[in-house]
């Protein structure tokens, strides 16, 4: 006699029946915890790997009992993953670089997850990347790797490729699994539910001072809460690590959610319309907290731009009342960050400790590491280690302030090589031009998210001009760049099939 019925084992069918399933999961679960901690006697690797596995495991069984969707479920952890820090770095070098480890991350175990269904389940063998994209990114690898080997770095450059790599692959599985019409809209309602959540924790940190004290999960660790003025401005981090990384980070993301509201996309119901308001206006706050004056210019660009280009692809009738809207939406905006004003002009007036004024400095330090090492640079990773060794301001900037220059492209430039930076800037204008390329298109929805991802990138490049980040970087701001990058790529792939 068969045990299955249809597909389905027969005792499972009832309440009754997965009601024992599950106690029996948890008795499991009770279990398996208890080999962990017994494991927990080896090293980290070891007891992080039996870990993982078991709850895999108890996850999977799970679903299936419970007949719960499962690549839907790993899908929105991994669009989660990006809003607060789901990582561990293994074998350690020093706590203060980033990555301090062989990094492992939430994204990248559910981005291979993804991937493995894209190959196997549905069998995809389109090509994802332009090949100009591909190109760049496998001269900016190369560049990485030649700068650990030519500078003689140490193991923490080889973890820093790693994370090159694995960003590369985020944003390849980005571009590759939501390159059709219904996931890319999940992504954009993932995207706008993350930055929603950040908004409000933001807003909890500012008003209630919780939480904090989470640096696990990426409300920031003491030194990067000391880094960032955060004690003495009361700045807040949300759970993207330092106060400038959360508003790098939701300058960034907010024109894409915001974009498709503005060009009135169908596509959308009207209840995820409202969510992406709610998104927008929780991004703004969260924004105006992070007291971050180098964010605060890219995301009003951004805005101002979106405004003025939104009614580009509207009708005649749907242009008609376009501008009284848009003010009317500003002013309400407005008059709802009253409350923070006192916040803005503190920020805009009082004395910032020297914060701007150090930047010329270590812009002059950077600039002398790059003279010196043009082709290669310092070796991934290994900007704060040499950034003594070629400082020749008069105030010794790099001991006066022992951190990276706070410009993404002179960090980048300084550690992989001027060829290198050259390739991560031309990364960004293939991006824009693949974005304006989509913008040609009749479908509305395609037309507004590559508009907001163009604006997006816009701001990505006017935060990072005042903000520090490696290449390896595991850091938000970093990942997010890829995010936006394999989203922008997915629009890309959509137009590409409609010409098939």
Known sequence: MSI???????????????????????????????????????????????GFMAFAALAVLL????????????????????????????????????????????TLLTGLILLAHDLFAEKSVEKVFPVSFSILLAVLSFCAAVSVVYSGSTLLGWYSVWSLLTSILIAYVVASHFSQRERLIQLIIGVAIGVLFTGIVALSQYAFDFPTNLAFFGTGTEHESSGTQSEALSRV?????????????????????????????????????????AAGFAGAVAVILSLARGSWIGFFTA???????????????????????????????????????????????????????????????AWSIIEENAFAGVGMNGYRTQMTKYDETGMFVSQ????PVHNVFAHITAEIGIPGGIAFCLLIVVALFECFKTMASHDR??????????????????????????????????????LMLG??????????????
């Open 4 to 50: 299955r019925t249809h597909g389905k084992i027969p005792f499972l069918n009832g309440t009754t029946g997965r009601l024992a399933v599950i106690c029996g999961l948890v008795v499991a679960a009770v279990f398996l915890g208890s080999i962990v901690i017994m494991a927990g006697g080896g090293y980290d690797l070891y007891t992080l790997g039996v």
């Open 237 to 277: 981090p949300a759970f993207l690590r330092t106060p400038n990384g959360m508003a790098w980070v939701m300058s960034t993301l907010v024109p894409l959610v915001i974009a498709p509201v503005i060009c009135r996309v169908k596509s959308f119901t009207s209840p995820q319309r409202i969510l992406l308001l």
């Open 303 to 365: 805005l101002g731009l979106l405004v003025l280009f939104g009614w580009y692809r509207l009708s005649t009738f749907e242009r008609r009342n376009y501008f009284v809207y848009a003010s009317g939406a500003i002013l309400l905006a407005g008059m709802l960050l009253t409350p923070f004003s006192d916040r803005i002009y503190e920020r805009l007036t009082a004395d910032d400790q020297g914060s701007a004024s150090i930047r010329m400095p270590m812009m002059e330090n």
């Open 400 to 403: 006066a302030f022992p951190n």
């Open 445 to 482: 929805l395609l037309y507004a998210l590559a508009f907001g991802a163009a604006i997006g990138m816009i701001a990505y490049v006017i935060s990072g001009m005042k903000e520090p980040a490696a290449l390896g970087s595991v850091r938000p701001p970093m990942r997010t760049g890829f």
């Open 63 to 106: 679903c299936l009992t419970l007949e719960i969707p499962l690549i839907p479920l790993v899908r929105f952890a991994f669009i989660a993953s990006f809003f607060f820090k789901g990582e561990a770095n293994f074998f350690k070098v020093d706590e203060l670089e980033d990555p301090s480890g062989f990094n492992i991350s939430i």
């Open 487 to 500: 989203t922008i790529m997915a629009l890309s792939r959509m137009r590409r099939s409609t010409l098939i």
